[in-house]
């Protein structure tokens, strides 16, 4: 993925040798998963090593094994860090009180990003989804966060039912349903080459769930 001089301005700079004396564990650590993040995503996960992550957030190897016991630690923090940033404002828009139909459809448009952050957060689930497939703890993990985003679309859509906004026999089958095609809209649309555009998914998506919901 190419990076304009305008993401570059948007990211944390690496810190001075006498800023980074006076950083707190967790601020060292932020730094690092801040660089693995767009090292993962331009690279993918299975070609980053611990000595591109030192290079790109300017602290030591050390530094890094001193504050997280491997690359897999690294990754979930990368995750995690994604989870915080592009889901859960997304989530908490739509739990909001307001019009279902608009917080719903805002909810999922933003699913669907052009921009570099959007295409850097796919990228990053497309390594993590390989790993949770055989590893239990990014398993685990991953099924919690499915499990929140469906109890969210769930949730939205029962009180559009229970308001009149939409047309809905089963909910908790519609949270599955758009869960699933969301992401393998985003398979098609964010990897690299793809001939479906990213506006085009997103417009595929919400005229799927404005037939499902019957939104008028």
């Given at each position: 993925?190419t990076?304009?001089?305008?993401?570059?301005?948007?990211?944390?700079?690496?810190?001075?040798?006498?800023?980074?004396?006076?950083?707190?564990?967790?601020?060292?650590?932020?730094?690092v998963?801040?660089?693995?993040?767009?090292?993962?995503?331009?690279?993918?996960?299975?070609?980053?090593?611990?000595?591109?992550?030192s290079?790109?957030c300017?602290?030591?190897?050390?530094?890094?094994?001193?504050?997280?016991?491997?690359?897999?630690?690294?990754?979930?923090?990368?995750?995690?860090?994604?989870?915080?940033?592009?889901?859960?404002?997304?989530?908490?828009?739509?739990?909001?009180?307001?019009?279902?139909?608009?917080q719903?459809?805002y909810?999922?448009?933003?699913?669907?990003?052009?921009?570099?952050n959007?295409?850097?957060?796919?990228?990053?689930?497309?390594?993590?989804?390989?790993?949770?497939?055989?590893?239990?703890?990014?398993?685990?993990?991953m099924?919690?966060?499915?499990?929140?985003?469906?109890?969210?679309?769930?949730?939205?859509?029962?009180?559009?039912?229970?308001?009149?906004?939409?047309?809905?026999d089963?909910?908790?089958?519609?949270?599955?349903?758009?869960?699933?095609?969301?992401?393998g809209?985003?398979?098609?649309?964010?990897?690299?080459?793809?001939?479906?555009?990213?506006?085009?998914?997103?417009?595929?998506?919400?005229?799927?769930?404005?037939?499902?919901?019957?939104?008028?």
């Amino acid at each position: 993925m190419t990076t304009t001089a305008k993401d570059h301005e948007e990211r944390p700079r690496a810190k001075t040798v006498g800023e980074r004396q006076r950083h707190p564990t967790e601020v060292r650590r932020q730094l690092v998963v801040d660089a693995a993040r767009d090292l993962i995503a331009d690279k993918g996960l299975f070609n980053v090593l611990i000595r591109d992550i030192s290079k790109a957030c300017g602290v030591s190897p050390g530094t890094i094994t001193y504050h997280f016991k491997s690359l897999d630690e690294v990754l979930m923090e990368v995750v995690k860090a994604e989870t915080a940033d592009f889901y859960v404002p997304l989530q908490e828009s739509a739990r909001g009180s307001g019009d279902p139909t608009r917080q719903l459809l805002y909810f999922l448009e933003g699913m669907f990003g052009s921009d570099a952050n959007s295409r850097r957060h796919w990228l990053i689930w497309f390594d993590f989804w390989s790993a949770a497939a055989r590893d239990e703890a990014y398993g685990r993990w991953m099924s919690e966060h499915y499990d929140g985003w469906r109890s969210a679309l769930r949730e939205i859509t029962e009180r559009g039912v229970s308001e009149g906004s939409f047309v809905c026999d089963d909910p908790q089958s519609f949270a599955i349903e758009t869960a699933a095609m969301v992401d393998g809209l985003a398979v098609q649309c964010y990897a690299r080459g793809s001939s479906l555009p990213v506006e085009t998914s997103r417009s595929l998506l919400i005229a799927f769930v404005r037939r499902e919901l019957q939104i008028r």
